[in-house]
């Protein structure tokens, strides 16, 4: 589903990544990392930290819909709508201070990401 597209603009960043299969677990992965650290600060009232997580978990979010290899069919687009969902989620919690928001987000995002490593391996 994931073409070379998201390895090449890694691969143009300087980054090193060894296939596009790990491209997109590190990509869950950093939703993940980023998500937890808006609950922190939305936790510790700091607001500006919070949308600055945010917002870093939305930019991968987004990344991931621009790499769907939309030619794959039904997976692609029920990819597209579940990170569109996310997206919308993260949107609310930074600007009604939802952490529930974060939370589920966060829910979905383990769970492809434990999908995705059962898939690949």
Not at 8 to 18: P, S, W
Not at 46 to 71: A, G, Q
Not at 93 to 106: G, H, R, T, V
Request: overall charge negative; proline content about 1%; some cysteine.
């Amino acid at each position: 589903m994931y073409g070379s597209a998201a390895h090449n603009t890694y691969a143009q960043n300087n980054i090193g990544v060894e296939s596009p299969q790990k491209l997109v677990e590190m990509l869950y992965e950093g939703v993940l990392r980023f998500n937890a650290q808006a609950k922190k600060a939305a936790k510790d009232g700091n607001i500006e930290k919070r949308l600055y997580w945010i917002n870093r978990s939305i930019d991968i979010i987004t990344e991931l819909i621009i790499t769907l290899d939309m030619k794959q069919g039904e997976i692609a687009a029920y990819l597209s709508g579940l990170y569109s969902y996310q997206i919308q989620l993260l949107s609310k919690a930074a600007a009604f201070d939802e952490i529930e928001n974060i939370d589920e987000c966060s829910t979905v995002f383990k769970g492809l990401l434990e999908a995705w490593r059962e898939e690949i391996r």
